[in-house]
């Protein structure tokens, strides 16, 4: 599966959007892009994932570039209950027991009163 | 979306005693399920595969005798520690992906395992 880049941290204030980006250089065709997040002691979230259209669902938006190389994951309304490690993963969807996640470091999301 | 549950939450145990974690898929079948372990301030390590049916695929370096894996239903997987050790002290989590084809994986709450 291919490798991403996410910055360790980053904040965002109350209400505000929070734009998390994700490089992905070297995916191939046939891998999706898969966003979760883990809230503190907590077990990880699906929040969205996508090939190469842009996805909105009730949580968030993943905006992939045409090259497919980065995306970011947009949630439109930053709450306090969004502070969280957000992953940013890439596989192909293959089923069965070949569907593993391999996890990075992710991001840091603070989001302040 | 679909529900993963994890039993116990929290678990503390003694030095050489033997912990078991239950998976249940609440409102899914799963053929597969996941272990995964994450030690404080870090990602999350898959540990194992969890096939029903069948024996576990381990990840290099996880000890297959130690961390024991048994998948009876399409609804159930167990992860037991053997003869824990404070070092296995560790927050673990299951996930499990629906039959039916969602593309997402679930994940359970995690239990915090605490060996003193």
Redesign the interface.
């Known amino acids: 599966d291919a490798k991403t880049t996410q910055p360790p941290s980053m904040d965002c204030a109350e209400g505000r959007a929070a734009n998390l980006p994700c490089n992905h250089s070297t995916i191939s065709g046939n891998e ?1 892009v ?1 966003w ?1 997040r ?1 809230i503190h ?6 929040i969205i ?1 996508g090939l190469k259209n842009n996805e909105t669902n009730e949580m968030a938006s993943l905006i992939i570039t045409e090259d497919r190389k980065s995306s970011t994951l947009i949630l439109p309304h930053a709450t306090l209950r969004d502070t969280a490690v957000y ?1 940013c993963i890439v596989r192909v ?1 293959s ?3 070949n ?8 991001t840091l999301l603070t989001v302040n009163p | ?1 679909a529900v ?1 549950s ?1 039993h116990p939450s929290r678990v503390i145990c003694k030095s050489g005693t033997s912990v078991k974690i239950e998976c249940r898929s609440l409102d899914f079948q799963a ?2 399920m ?1 272990w ?1 372990r994450q030690f404080p301030k870090q ?4 540990m194992a ?1 969890s ?1 029903e049916g069948s024996k576990a ?1 381990y990840e290099q370096g996880v000890e297959k005798d130690k961390f024991l894996i048994n998948h009876a239903s399409l609804t159930l997987s167990t992860l037991t520690v053997t003869s824990a050790h404070p070092e296995d002290s560790s ?1 673990y ?1 299951c ?1 499990a ?1 629906d039959l039916r084809g969602y ?8 239990t ?1 395992l605490t060996v003193v």
């Open positions: 999706y898969y979760y883990q002691s907590q077990g990880p979230q699906y994932h992953y969807d089923g069965g027991s569907y593993k996640l391999t996890f990075g470091k992710g | 979306g993963v994890q053929t597969t996941f995964y990602s999350l390590m898959l595969t096939n695929t927050f989590i996930s992906r593309s997402e994986a679930f994940f359970g709450q995690g915090r």
